[in-house]
């Protein structure tokens, strides 16, 4: 009972604050969730250690004030982002998502997603809009994305009536290989992010240069399905302004070693998530325990 009370007075508490926002301009609306969440950062001091840890370990920077630097940035970029989703609603359709991102697909990514007879496996990392780049894909082939509920019910059904595009949602940990192969039998896209701390079923694979728990779903379902990879990464260029940057598909043939085709396909996913950081590393949600729990 307390907690749905709990549930409840947190829903009252950001209906007023989502209206704010949605009546405001949109840069003036960036401008202050920016400005909240770069206090934010000075204020959380356990996860802005995390966050200018990670950028250290990654290399990304070894100047204790460029990592300060981008750290804030990452923050504040993430702050950016969810005013622009909350916004993206009412602004993508399938006439005028074009106009806020540019596609930056190659011809053989383009061939796979055109076509409706072709499932995809969408990956993605929390680099730039990643929700965002989901939903631009939803208008090209319908995309369905593993996604961890929030914990209120009320706010969780309150933002996704905002999600834009053609696109649903699964549950993380209310999923099972049948829902997955059922997403793929369909010709749809399945949307994976991969760069999260998996606790089990796992496989340790280098990422930006150390070692780290990964999840393996995307990379077995390719070798059984011999469905292609999609990697995206949606990058910010301006006030609802990005590109949205897809390579060619991964795909490899399968071998008689299960662990040695995982591990393989793993690495080729992990290189390009790599590459779209280290060009916009201040996109990149550094303030999550990527490397946890390794030894």
């Not at 990379?219 to 011999?226: G, I, N, P, T």
């Not at 950081?277 to 201040?282: D, L, Q, T």
Request: hydrophobic share 40%; glycine share 4%; aromatic share 6%.
């Amino acid at each position: 009972m307390l907690k749905k009370l709990r549930y409840l007075i947190e829903y009252a508490l950001l209906r007023p604050v989502i209206l704010l926002f949605d009546l405001l301009p949109i840069a003036t609306a960036e401008r202050l969730m920016a400005g909240m969440a770069g206090l934010w950062y000075r204020c959380h001091a356990s996860r802005r250690r995390i966050a200018c840890e990670n950028i250290a370990k990654a290399g990304i920077s070894s100047d204790p004030r460029d990592i300060d630097r981008i750290a804030r940035d990452s923050f504040r970029h993430f702050g950016i982002m969810i005013v622009e989703c909350m916004r993206a609603s009412k602004l993508l359709t399938d006439e005028s998502w074009s106009d806020f991102v540019k596609l930056k697909a190659t011809p053989g990514a383009l061939e796979v997603l055109k076509d409706p007879k072709r499932a995809v496996i969408l990956i993605t990392g929390h680099i730039g809009n990643w929700e965002l780049g989901a939903s631009v894909v939803s208008f090209l082939k319908p995309v369905v994305t593993v996604v961890r509920p929030m914990d209120n019910p009320y706010v969780e059904t309150l933002l996704h009536k905002r999600d834009a595009g053609h696109r649903t949602s699964i549950p993380k940990y209310d999923v099972s290989k049948t829902r997955f192969l059922s997403v793929l039998r369909n010709q749809q896209a399945l949307g994976i992010v991969i760069d999260q701390h998996t606790h089990t079923g796992g496989m340790l694979v280098d990422f930006l240069g150390a070692p780290a728990h990964t999840q393996t779903s995307h990379a077995r379902l390719h070798r059984v399905m011999k469905v292609p990879i999609i990697f995206l990464a949606c990058i910010r260029t301006g006030i609802m302004s990005y590109e949205l940057h897809i390579p060619d598909p991964v795909i490899h043939e399968k071998t008689k070693d299960k662990e040695h085709d995982t591990r393989v396909v793993l690495e080729r996913c992990n290189r390009l998530l790599e590459n779209a950081i280290r060009n916009h590393p201040e996109q990149y949600l550094w303030a999550h325990r990527r490397w946890k729990e390794v030894p």
